[in-house]
Each structure stands twice: as structure tokens, then as C-alpha cells.
């Protein structure tokens, strides 16, 4: 499994990754063009919170034991098996807010052009995720896990 | 007779969850769901999208069709089971048929409660509580104006909004003076009742329903209903939405209980080889520290998962779960947990308001034990998640309310392992085998 960690300690709040990844998934990685004019941010997972002199990058950690996944109450949240990821089916999501108000990351929102839940997806469609490309800090890093086995053995 | 090592009875959200989680631990002791209705175990609370959107129930299986063959479970649809016998360890068919069961899980549910008003047996009243009731609703529409929705919980707006969707008239009667008195306080229930009149339905407040009327003597169908203040609103079509009780026929005389059935932290009843979860059973409520019925589907889903778990041999006890909702309707975003309705000698209130959202945090002794939000709640689960800890968040609880809450309000201890690469991860390639990490590492930049 890769997800994204970040080292806080680096982290200075500049706002790239989230750009970047609103960019990305708004499918043009210039910011510019694809952020032009919009009035409302388009689905990207990241919120950059800065508090003082203190500042972080927030996003799904695709829990092992995702509240969310449990949570969702038309099955549109699941686990990637290929990926080891949480996933949002668009198609399934109803945008009801049952994933927002159990994730302890507050890293799930809802869409507003869409109405349905967003999150950050891991950019599967990518060599690195595209806010680690953009990070100028080195505060992202890519965690790369050898997937657990999901069967439990009697004890 | 047949004899399965496992025997479900319900398919939804309680049910399906423990046969899945069955099937991580054993993956071939005969497992058998049984279920009344016909159709596979499908998302209750969508069931408004049938009427709304269309929906069909295929558009709300929560598993592929194939799922119960591939996982070795029988599924019967269409049957009810109508009798336990204990110590004889079987449970009897409504079709005559009998099962024999090592372990027995009554993931029975709710049922609708149907109020004792004159008229309510009249063609055109409905309950909305399964696919079945939206199927019929859907099919009366074409021939439907006017519909009265008795009862504004979260049932009843749920009708309501999809009724609004098909632009036919809804009037929402509710008893108490305010709509979703159970799930938010005061100030929540106004702002939703403003976002219900902005979508042109009425809500009436305070009122009872005292009789369904038809007004020809030879036709059986609504054509109106009377309030106790004699206001007479016409109408084709009532909706009963009062609320549910646990679906326990089943249980009476074989378990004990009280409002529902009654468990253990390992959701067992106190009758050998029975156990129980989901809206039929009382479970631990962490907000209140107290035992209650919690007819939410996440409580659903986790007790089921824990009640598999425990019939499979690898027992784990469950954390518990609270009241708590989150309604996407008339177009406002509202969740809510735990205790709602403060008492000001026990509570402590923090709250922030603006002209588009609301929030609520209810505090005993410097612990949440309770929320409400309306309108921005994407940081909610934050405070979810400190309030099902039982943090306590005494010293530093105005941030909680803040426009600028987050993760750094809180203290480090509480996130920093959670979010960020451990040091030790970072530097000692043991740990990092032992973690199952391969590698850590930074992109090349570009922007
Ligand atoms: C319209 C609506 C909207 C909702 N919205 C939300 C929401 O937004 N958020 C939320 O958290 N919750 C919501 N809920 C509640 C949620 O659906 C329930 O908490 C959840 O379905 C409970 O799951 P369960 O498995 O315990 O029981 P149920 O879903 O009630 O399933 C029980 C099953 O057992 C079957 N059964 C019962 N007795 C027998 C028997 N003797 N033999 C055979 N089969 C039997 C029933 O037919 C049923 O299929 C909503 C419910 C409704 C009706």
C-alpha cells in the first residue's frame, strides 16, 4: 500500500499540495487553467491547516480499520484490494455524511458542485502522488507498506 | 432437517456484516441467512432514491449478486422464521420447514410503528421503512397532489424530500413542537424546518393526527385527515413515519429483554448460543454511558461485525456506539451524536453560529458527549473522535468551536503518530521490516 505521511515539522503551510491536487483532479495539472474562475475549489482530498508559526498537510491515511468504510451507509466507501486503499464509489455516494462525521482526520468532505463525498484517492492514476511532486519542503512523503493479509486466523 | 453451524436471521445491514466477518474467520461452516424479504440485503436508508431518482434495487445491493454463493451461504429469500426452540437449538419456518443452528443470530431490526389513528388501514396509507413500501408509494404516485407525512424524524423528512423531488405537495405533521427533536436541539430543528418551507413543503408542529378520512362511504381510499385542532388537510397519500420499536416476536420468551434484546460487550445474550445486534438489541451507548436501543446502521454494521466475530471463535468486545446522524436533506448538510438537548446543570455549552452553519458542543465534566452541526461539518468527526475517546478537553475546549478548528488545535499526543512518519520508521531499517515498510520516500518536484 502507498499513502502519503507528512512530516509537520517541515511542513510551512504554502497550500501547494492542495492546489496541485485540486489541479490534478480536476484533470489539468496546470493550476491556473483548470482553477481559473471557479468559485467553489474542485474535489481535491487536502486540507492545509496553519495555526501560528505551526502549520500541516491533512489527508485520508486509508485507516486498516477504516470508521468510514464501516460507516458508509450505501457501500460506496471501500477498500481497494488491488491498492490497499479507501475509495470512494461515485456512483454509490449519496453525500449523506455519515464518513465526515466518523473520520477522526476530518479528511473526508463533501463535493459541493457534486453533493458527494471526496477524499484524497492516493492518485492511483500516477507514478508518485501529485502533492508529493509539489511539495517544495520535502514535508510529503510516500509510506510504501507490503500489503497485510486481511484474513484473521483462529486463535 | 438441515443443520448449519451458523443461521442469520435478517440480511441487512446487521446481518450482512457478521456473515462477512464469519467468513474472514471460517471460511466453511454452514452458514444460512434467512430474511423475509425477497430482495438481496440493499441500503435501508437509500430507499427514498426510488422515489426521488428512480433508484432500483439494484442500484442499492450492498453486495454483488454473486456474493452469497461465492462465500458459501445460503440465502433464502421470502422467509420468515417464526419460532425459536431452546434448548432444541432450532427455529421454525413460517413455510413449515425447521433448521437446526449451532449458533443463532437475531439481526432482526425494526418495524415500523403503526399509530392507532382511526383510518390508518385506508388504501393509500403507507409505512417507509423497506424497498417494498417505496415500490408502492412510487406506483400511487401518478394518481397523488396532496401527501401528509406524519411524523418529522429523519424517516419522515426523508420521505418528504423525495416526495418534493416529484413536486407533489407535503405537509409534515409532527406532535412535538419541532421536527427532528431527537436528533438536534433547538436551534438545529428551526434551521432545517426553514430549509423544508424553502423547498415549498409545510410543516405543522404541535398538531396530531386524530383520523385518516375517506370521503366517498363506498371507497376505501384517503382522501383527507383531521388534526386535533379540527384542521382538515386534504390528501391522497399519508405516509407513517412515528418511528420504529426492535423487532423482537421472534426473541420473546427465548432472550431476555427490555427495550431490546439484551447483550454483552461480545454480543451475546444471556441465552447460550444466541446472539444479537443491530437495531433489535440494546448496546452500549459511550455518549451517555448507558445501555440503549441505537437504530443507526454504522451501530448496525460494527455490532454485527463483533457478533460474527464472537460466533466464529475469535471474540472481540465492541467499543460501543452512540445516537448519531448525519442527513443530507433539503439540501442542508446535518450531523449529530450523542447528546443533543443540554441540561444546564450537568453541561457545559460551546457553540458558533453564522449565517450559513451552526455548532454545538456539549460537554460533562471537561468530556463531549455530544454535537450538533448544520451547514460546514467537514471537521465534525474530529470532535466525534475526541468525544468517543472521552478525551478531556477541559483546558483547550473554545478551539473545538472555532472557525479555524482542526488537528492543530488539538494537543500532539492525540494526532502526531497518526499522521506523521515515526522517526524511528524513518532511520532504522529493522523497525521498518518489522512495520512491513519498504520504503519512505520523496518525490522529484515539479509544479
Ligand atoms: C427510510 C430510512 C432512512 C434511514 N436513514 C438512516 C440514516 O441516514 N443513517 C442511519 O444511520 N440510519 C438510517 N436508517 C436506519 C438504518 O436503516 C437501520 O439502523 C439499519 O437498517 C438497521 O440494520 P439492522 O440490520 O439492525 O436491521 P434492518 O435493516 O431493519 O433489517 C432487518 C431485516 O430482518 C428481517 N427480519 C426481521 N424479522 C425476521 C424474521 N422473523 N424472519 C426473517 N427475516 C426477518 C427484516 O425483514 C429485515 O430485512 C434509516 C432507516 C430508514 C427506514
Known sequence: ?155 | MNTYEYVIVGNSAGGLSAAREIRTIDQSGGLLILSDEQYPAYSRPLIAKHISHTKTIEAMELVPREFYVDSHMEWWPGTRAVRIDYPERTVLLHDGRCVHWNSLLLATGSSPIVPPIEGVTRQGVHTFTTYCDAESITRQLPSVRHVVVIGGGFIGLSAADALRHREVDVTIVEMQSRVLSTMVDEEGSTRIEEAVRASGADVITGRRVVSINGDHPESSSVSSVTLDDRTRLQCEMVILAVGVRPRTELAEGVVPMKQGILVDEFMRTATPGIYACGDVCQTRDFARDADAVLPVWPNAVAGGAVAGATMAGMPRSYEGSTTMNAVPYFGLSVVSAGVVEHDPALHDVLTRRDSTGYTKVVLKEGVIVGMVSVGDTSRCGIVYHLMKRKANVDNWKDMLVREDFGILSLPDSLWRDQLTPLDGRLRDETDNVANGIVNLTTGAKRW
Open chain 1, 1 to 155: 500500500m502507498r499513502r502519503v505521511l507528512v512530516k509537520d515539522d517541515l511542513c510551512i503551510g504554502c497550500g501547494l499540495c492542495r492546489v496541485f491536487c485540486e489541479a490534478h483532479h480536476a484533470g489539468n495539472d496546470d493550476p491556473l487553467k483548470s482553477l481559473k474562475r471557479r468559485l467553489s475549489p474542485p474535489a481535491g482530498g487536502i486540507r492545509v491547516e496553519c495555526n501560528g508559526i505551526r502549520s500541516i498537510s491533512v489527508r485520508c491515511r486509508h485507516c486498516e480499520d477504516a470508521p468510514c468504510i464501516q460507516a458508509c451507509l450505501t457501500g460506496a466507501m471501500y477498500r481497494d484490494y488491488d491498492s490497499g486503499l479507501v475509495l470512494i464509489d461515485a456512483d454509490r455516494c449519496v453525500g449523506c455524511g455519515t464518513c465526515t462525521l466518523v473520520c477522526p482526520f476530518g479528511a473526508i468532505r463533501k463535493d459541493e458542485q457534486t453533493g458527494i463525498a471526496v477524499k484524497c484517492d492516493g492518485c492511483l492514476d500516477r507514478d508518485m502522488p501529485r502533492c508529493v511532486n509539489a511539495c517544495p519542503n520535502d514535508a510529503l512523503v510516500i509510506e510504501l507498506k507490503a500489503a497485510v493479509s486481511t484474513i484473521a486466523t483462529p486463535a
